[in-house]
């Protein structure tokens, strides 16, 4: 049931962000977004996404979410997904890949190449976009703006760290010891544990505007 009503708010924000007034997309340019998104976004598990909702219900004590909850709580879900697909799509280019979830990197289809760089792009800042729209209103905005940009910091650099210690043709052992081993697995493999770990501790800080929900 948490599945199904989670797909379903992926085609909402998915219909926001096509029809975004703040940019006038031609006919091509939305169907190759449209086409994008579900090439990336979809075909994963899911389980960063909804760990959120089902964290949400365990930490506020409930076993059923209002509408108005469970559409906050997907967002937020959602953006976790976009994040890992804008990860990906250019990890893919970076490390030369040819399959994801059992087909061609996003950058190997026919016609996208390294436009794929692009996408990569629009991916990011479809978070933010989705942020706004949905959350701008909301005491811990900010909050949010700030943990994404933090979570997408520590990855990117644990990302330049897995580059330069196995950087193709140039491999030297002796540059990889535990200390880079462990932030490598937790910078750059593990974003979810930085976005639901800090989550969970901001929601319910005490020190923090969010003091017994998140939304």
């Known amino acids: 049931e948490n599945k199904a009503a989670f797909a379903r ?13 703040a ?5 091509s340019s939305r169907q190759w977004i449209d086409r994008m998104l579900d090439y990336n976004v979809l075909g994963g598990k899911c389980n960063r ?3 959120v909702v089902d964290s949400y219900k365990l930490l506020k004590g409930v076993d059923v979410l209002t509408e108005e909850e469970m559409f ?6 959602w953006c976790i997904e976009w994040l890992q697909a804008f990860f990906l799509v250019l990890d893919d280019i970076m490390d030369d890949s040819h399959t994801r979830r059992g087909q061609p990197c996003w950058f190997r289809v026919s016609q996208v190449g390294l436009i794929a760089v692009n996408d990569g792009i629009l991916l990011r800042n479809h978070i933010s976009r989705m942020l706004r729209l949905h959350f701008k209103k909301k005491p811990y905005y900010a909050d949010l703006l700030d943990l994404f940009n933090e979570v997408e910091f520590k990855t990117a650099s644990g990302q330049m760290l897995d580059l330069i210690t196995t950087h193709e043709g140039e491999k030297d052992l002796t540059k990889y010891n535990i200390g880079v081993a462990t932030a490598e697995l ?9 976005f639901i770990c800090r989550l969970h501790v901001r929601c319910y800080s005490p020190a923090r505007v969010w003091r017994t929900t998140v939304l």
């Open 9 to 21: 708010i992926y085609d909402a924000l998915k219909a926001e962000l096509l029809r975004d007034p």
């Open 23 to 27: 940019f006038e997309y031609t006919e």
């Open 49 to 51: 996404g909804l760990s």
């Open 72 to 77: 906050l709580a997907s967002t937020l879900g």
């Open 186 to 194: 937790f910078n750059s493999r593990q974003p979810t544990i930085h």
